[in-house]
């Protein structure tokens, strides 16, 4: 007679098993299981079908609080491995392409920069058809993305602003963010990714799409230690405030979380793009045209950013202070 053989239970399936049990026995993940979960991930410890099967689980379920800090405490672990500190004061996550308005968020990093504040900026592309995203932007405007930290340190050094891709500082995560047009829906990396830090900087400002996720990166923020966040619901989910609508940011600062409302910079609101002409930003940039929308979205960013940063002590004297970067920026950078 012939036994049968079965096949032992691979050791990531506790954790799909643990949310997918049904609606009476599944459950969200603790922060402890979380972290073990993702750091198997990054070490490629995991089947390809465990891996949709997971995210799509927490997708439905919603991540919470205690998954995003255990994701991205194993992601840190990830991270110092490949990225050593990088002098910057301002990490700055863009993940999200735009489709409706120019990716003015670039030019406010920029004018940042030429203020001495020093910005690290990170970020994918390609994931979502008919985006437009940094990457692109960047190349087109003559700044070329960086490949290693080695070339990303040496940019802050020489001129205050860096960009690197995901895929160049953490492979793993680059490729779960590029499954979203196969899964058909945003996973738990699309947070992840947003609150990593891979920098290490002392600031982090981020943005969310829908405003249910604002509350969870607030308070994984604060579970994580990080001295000064705010995220608000930024024009496509870049950090790019809308100026012609209000703003709630949500912050924490020095373990004190806050909320605080910005009104309106435009009375109206502005129609979309027409033909997202990338030298338009350049145009702008130089003074050579106008924009009330993007120079209003500009000064409207930076605002948020310089608040945070404590560099003012209210909301119109941030303004006030963005408005001045934004004139004393070095016109001929792009």
Same mark, same amino acid.
């Given at each position: !007679?012939?036994?049968?053989?079965? &096949?032992?239970?691979h050791?990531?399936?506790?954790?799909?098993r643990t949310l997918?049990?049904? %609606?009476r026995s599944g459950?969200s993940l603790t922060?402890g299981?979380?972290y073990n979960a !993702?750091?198997?991930?990054?070490?490629?410890?995991?089947?390809d079908?465990q891996i949709g099967?997971?995210?799509i689980?927490i997708?439905?379920?919603?991540?919470?609080?205690?998954?995003? *800090?255990?994701?991205?405490k194993? &992601?840190?672990?990830?991270?110092q491995?490949?990225?050593?500190q990088l002098?910057?004061?301002?990490?700055?996550?863009?993940y999200?392409? %735009?489709?409706?308005q120019l990716?003015w968020?670039?030019l406010a990093a920029l004018?940042l920069?030429?203020?001495?504040t020093?910005?690290? !900026?990170h970020?994918?592309?390609?994931?979502?058809?008919?985006? =437009?995203?940094t990457?692109?932007?960047?190349?087109?405007?003559?700044i070329?993305p960086?490949m290693?930290?080695?070339?990303?340190?040496?940019? =802050?050094?020489?001129n +205050?602003f860096?960009? !690197?891709?995901?895929?160049?500082f953490c492979?793993?995560l680059s490729?779960?963010?590029?499954?979203?047009p196969i899964?058909?829906?945003?996973?738990?990396?699309?947070t992840? *990714?947003?609150?990593a830090n891979?920098?290490?900087?002392?600031c982090?400002?981020t943005s969310i799409f829908?405003?249910?996720?604002?509350?969870s990166h607030q308070?994984a923020?604060l579970?994580l230690?990080y %001295?000064?966040m705010? *995220?608000?619901k930024?024009?496509?989910g870049?950090?790019?405030r %809308?100026?012609?609508?209000r703003?709630l940011v949500q912050? *924490?600062?020095?373990?004190?979380l806050?909320?605080?409302?910005?009104?309106?910079?435009l009375?109206?609101? +502005?129609?979309n793009?027409?033909?997202f002409?990338?030298?338009k930003l350049q145009?702008v940039?130089?003074? &050579?045209?106008?924009?009330?929308?993007?120079?209003?979205?500009?000064?409207?960013?930076?605002?948020i950013?310089?608040?945070?940063?404590?560099?003012?002590s209210s909301?119109?004297?941030? =303004?006030?202070?963005?408005?001045?970067?934004?004139s004393?920026?070095?016109?001929?950078r792009?």
């Amino acid at each position: !007679m012939t036994k049968s053989t079965s &096949t032992p239970e691979h050791p990531f399936a506790q954790y799909v098993r643990t949310l997918g049990r049904g %609606k009476r026995s599944g459950r969200s993940l603790t922060e402890g299981e979380a972290y073990n979960a !993702m750091k198997m991930i990054l070490n490629r410890e995991v089947e390809d079908a465990q891996i949709g099967a997971f995210l799509i689980l927490i997708r439905v379920r919603e991540e919470t609080t205690e998954e995003l *800090v255990g994701f991205v405490k194993a &992601t840190h672990e990830y991270t110092q491995r490949t990225v050593a500190q990088l002098n910057a004061s301002v990490d700055w996550p863009s993940y999200a392409g %735009k489709h409706k308005q120019l990716n003015w968020y670039i030019l406010a990093a920029l004018a940042l920069a030429d203020s001495g504040t020093s910005v690290f !900026m990170h970020g994918a592309n390609e994931h979502t058809p008919n985006r =437009l995203y940094t990457d692109t932007v960047l190349r087109e405007l003559g700044i070329s993305p960086c490949m290693s930290v080695e070339a990303a340190q040496a940019a =802050l050094d020489k001129n +205050n602003f860096s960009y !690197m891709g995901l895929h160049d500082f953490c492979p793993p995560l680059s490729e779960l963010v590029a499954l979203r047009p196969i899964l058909g829906v945003r996973s738990p990396i699309h947070t992840l *990714v947003r609150l990593a830090n891979p920098s290490q900087s002392p600031c982090i400002v981020t943005s969310i799409f829908h405003p249910s996720y604002r509350s969870s990166h607030q308070e994984a923020a604060l579970q994580l230690g990080y %001295k000064s966040m705010a *995220v608000f619901k930024g024009e496509g989910g870049e950090v790019e405030r %809308k100026p012609d609508a209000r703003c709630l940011v949500q912050s *924490v600062q020095n373990n004190v979380l806050a909320d605080e409302e910005w009104e309106p910079l435009l009375s109206a609101r +502005n129609p979309n793009e027409q033909d997202f002409e990338i030298n338009k930003l350049q145009r702008v940039w130089r003074g &050579t045209e106008r924009s009330a929308y993007g120079e209003s979205a500009i000064s409207a960013t930076l605002a948020i950013v310089l608040l945070l940063m404590r560099k003012a002590s209210s909301q119109s004297e941030a =303004l006030e202070l963005a408005t001045k970067l934004w004139s004393a920026r070095d016109y001929q950078r792009i």
